[in-house]
Structure formats: C-alpha cells, structure tokens
T-cell receptor, first 116, second 113 residues
Framework: DTGVSQDPRHKITKRGQNVTFRCDPI?????LYWYRQTLGQGPEFLTY????????KSRLLSDRFSAERPKGSFSTLEIQRTEQGDSAMYLC??????????????FGEGSWLTVV | AQSVAQPEDQVNVAEGNPLTVKCTYS??????LFWYVQYPNRGLQFLLK??????LVKGSYGFEAEFNKSQTSFHLKKPSALVSDSALYFC???????????FGKGTRLSVIA
C-alpha cells in the first residue's frame, strides 16, 4: 500500500496523559498536513510541513500540541496533558508541491483519539 | 478568509435517480475546488478537483462537478445514484499560494434502494 499511513488507528487515554500519533506520507510527497475532525464537522487544518520545515500553524494548535517532521519524511503529532475536548479524529495528508498533481492532498485513514 | 458552505446536512435520493450535493465558496483570487468522500470510520478519499479550464469536471466513480464563477458554486453531481454512494461528502477550497484547504461541514448522502 503506497498511501498515507497513520498509527495508531485508535487510542484511548486518560485525561492528563500524553499521546503521540505518527504519519507516513506517500513516499514522493514533500508536503505533509495535519487536520482534526470532530463528529458532525469537516476537517479543520492544524499545521503543515514542506519537507522538514513547519510552514503554517493554525490557532487551533495550542501549546499542548507539537508536530515534527525531522527528516522530511514521517511526521509525529504529540498532544501533552490531554483534555476531553481533544477527543477527535486526527487526519494526516500529503501532497506534492507544484506540478499537475501538486494541488491534490491525499488523506490517511485517521487516528481516533478518545480521552476519558 | 476562505470559506465553504454546504447548505444541506442530508440529501436523500432514490437509487437510479440523479443526485446533486451543493457547495458554495468564498475565496480571494482564483479558487482551487475539491470534493472528497468519507465512509464511516475512514479517512477522506479524493473525488475530483477544479483548478482551471472546463467548468465541468469529471472524477471518480461517475461523479462530476460544475464550477460556476458567477454563483461561486461547485455542486457535485451524478446522473444515476447507487446505494454504495451513500457516504459523507465534503467540499473544500483553497486560494492561490500555499493556503491550506478549508472544508465545509459535509453533506450526508443517503441513496435508498
């Protein structure tokens, strides 16, 4: 499978614990995005990387959230001191910068987080 | 700021009938418009996009969408609905440059046999 891969698919954690999600983009894609989706809503942009550089962060990305893409390949999204309001599906996506397919982003299957 | 409106939370259609899922947008400059589909507990799958060129765009699974600049709309259509088309559909827009995709709230399509 050469699509976007996310791990874990499901995570249940207690309030106050830290969680980390991993995303492996499509191999030739240099842009990587994180979105959050709650029930009944569309995906909301959190942040994106071009190669290893984090180019934009949403106001939704509080200081408890941190994303990295250290080698320009896979990325991690860490949530510290989780709160019940963090319960959502975290979606990773990737794309090429430029070219005829450069505007299309492809999503992974998502990582469900439940904070209890 | 860019935004997307999907005015219908739910669309019901009989199998074999044509379907339309509505989307209007607001963006500075030329829009880049997309439709995605989401099945239960899954990620989003790309259906089609409009960047430039013909206003009628054809995509996966027999879907098409018509870009209307004067009405700032990008409605998704299919001539003959299938039960398997039942899913959540999202319209998304971005402007020029490196602005991120902004999604609508989604429209749930239910195709009844």
């Amino acid at each position: 499978d050469t699509g976007v891969s996310q791990d874990p698919r499901h995570k249940i954690t207690k309030r106050g614990q830290n969680v980390t999600f991993r995303c492996d983009p499509i191999s030739e894609h240099n842009r990587l995005y994180w979105y959050r989706q709650t029930l009944g809503q569309g995906p909301e942009f959190l942040t994106y990387f071009q190669n290893e550089a984090q180019l934009e962060k949403s106001r939704l990305l509080s200081d408890r959230f941190s994303a990295e893409r250290p080698k320009g390949s896979f990325s991690t999204l860490e949530i510290q001191r989780t709160e019940q309001g963090d319960s959502a599906m975290y979606l990773c996506a990737s794309s090429l910068a430029g070219g005829p397919n450069g505007n299309t982003i492809y999503f992974g299957e998502g990582s469900w987080l439940t904070v209890v | 700021a860019q935004s997307v409106a999907q005015p219908e939370d739910q669309v019901n259609v009989a199998e074999g009938n044509p379907l339309t899922v509505k989307c209007t947008y607001s963006v500075s400059g030329n829009p880049y418009l997309f439709w995605y589909v989401q099945y239960p507990n899954r990620g989003l799958q790309f259906l089609l996009k409009y960047i430039t060129g013909d206003n009628l765009v054809k995509g996966s699974y027999g879907f098409e969408a018509e870009f209307n600049k004067s009405q700032t709309s990008f409605h998704l259509k299919k001539p003959s609905a299938l039960v398997s088309d039942s899913a959540l559909y999202f319209c998304a827009v971005r402007g020029s440059g490196n602005t991120p995709l902004v999604f609508g709230k989604g429209t749930r399509l239910s195709v009844i046999a």
